[in-house]
């Protein structure tokens, strides 16, 4: 279960992003489960690394603003995600960096909701 709601959170972000972004296709749930699960990986694998070079290649300033690093490093990985699957159609880089911001507010809030059902004894 540690890894299943996450997931699931992130592909209903996935899911809605692409619903309500022009520019940024998924054709269905299954498309959004297996566009959620590469990025995931690639999250994981690149996610710090990219990060942490950021961070040192603007000596420092990457680090300052690490809310807008860690908004650069999703839409690159996004972009990534995009190359290795058919299933997911990003237009433009613009278009990820809306998507990252979407994703990222749609994943808070799924998991603020989450939480808050498991803390009513919900689950």
Do not use: C, H
Not at 53 to 62: C, N, R
């Amino acid at each position: 279960m540690g890894i299943l709601i996450p997931w699931l959170i992130l592909a209903a972000s996935v899911f809605i992003t692409a619903k309500l972004l022009p520019g940024f296709k998924v054709k269905g749930i299954i498309d959004s489960l297996v566009v959620a699960a590469i990025f995931g990986v690639l999250n994981w694998l690149l996610g710090l690394i990219l990060f942490t070079f950021i961070g040192f290649v603007t000596l420092g300033v990457g680090f300052a603003f690490a809310f807008l690093t860690r908004w650069l490093v999703l839409t690159i990985v996004l972009k990534f995600t995009d190359a290795l699957t058919s299933r997911l159609e990003i237009r433009s880089f613009g278009t990820a960096v809306i998507a990252a911001a979407m994703m990222s507010g749609l994943g808070t809030l799924g998991e603020y909701l989450v939480k808050s059902f498991q803390l009513t004894g919900g689950g």
